[in-house]
């Protein structure tokens, strides 16, 4: 999800901080166009949604969140970069109205907040040192090699992990993307699981320390080989503002512009296509 990974980045706005007491409760859409400021949140990664070295909001989330933005009147947007894992729990305590970040959309998170349809589609990948020394190809081998995986706080890859049975002492948790490259080159695990598309983000500004794992085979969990849709994700009590998000995406996605948009962060053709094979509510069932 970048130029360069950056720490200070992670906390590059502040967060609305509920007093004490106080209820959160999140703005409905009729108030947000009153206010004409939309609160947005990123978790700082590439290509899904982070703030470039100017300050600038970028990825296939922002990107066409700043169009749906326009669309429904909205003039500015108020962003904010916060680690994945706190995502929705900032979205519960009304810190932003919208989380611009392609989160995987999942049953045991719709449980806890609502969805956008479907964004984008994406695959999954291994970060592993130069030379791939221990010839680590999936993740399925993780659950009898003793080898160490990396994930991110948060992310779905630990489901998939756990779904595979590999043993809870060989998984080890990470804030951010950020500290992946340090974590693989220096042995503290020997692969990162995260998508493809973060992957090889991290490869190339590795500067040589790690690469993508060649001849990756795509995890398979009950039978069927993983693939995440990721979409914006609100606060239960904002499906107006979803609906209305909704109304546009679907408007969007049937232009060349929303292609350009996601082409242009690395996405393939398969993945915009698969962005229609499954609904939220699809998702959100298993």
Known sequence: ????????????AAAFTLGPGAAAQAADLAAIQKSGTLRVAVANEIPYG???LNGEA???GPDVIKHIAKALGIKDIAWTTTNFGSLIPGLQADRYDVVAAEMAILPQRCEQIIYSEPNSSYGEGLLVAKGNPKDIHDFESFATSGNKVA?????????????????????????????AISTVSTGRADAYAAT???????????????EAAHDFKDPVVDGKVVRSWGGFAFSKDSADLRDAVNKELAKFKKTQAWKDILHGYGFSEEDTTQSFARSTAQLCAG
Do not use: C, H, R
């Not at 999800?1 to 590059?12: S, V």
């Not at 493809?196 to 790690?210: F, H, I, N, R």
């Open 50 to 52: 982070y703030m470039d």
């Open 196 to 210: 493809s598309l973060t992957v090889s983000e991290l490869a190339a500004k590795s500067q040589g320390k790690t």
């Open 1 to 12: 999800m970048k130029t360069t990974f950056k720490p200070w980045l992670l906390a590059a």
């Open 58 to 60: 970028k990825g296939a």
């Open 151 to 179: 994930i991110m706080a948060g992310a779905d890859q630990l489901e998939m992990l756990q779904a595979l049975k590999v043993p809870a002492d060989q998984i080890v948790t990470i804030s951010n993307n950020a500290d």
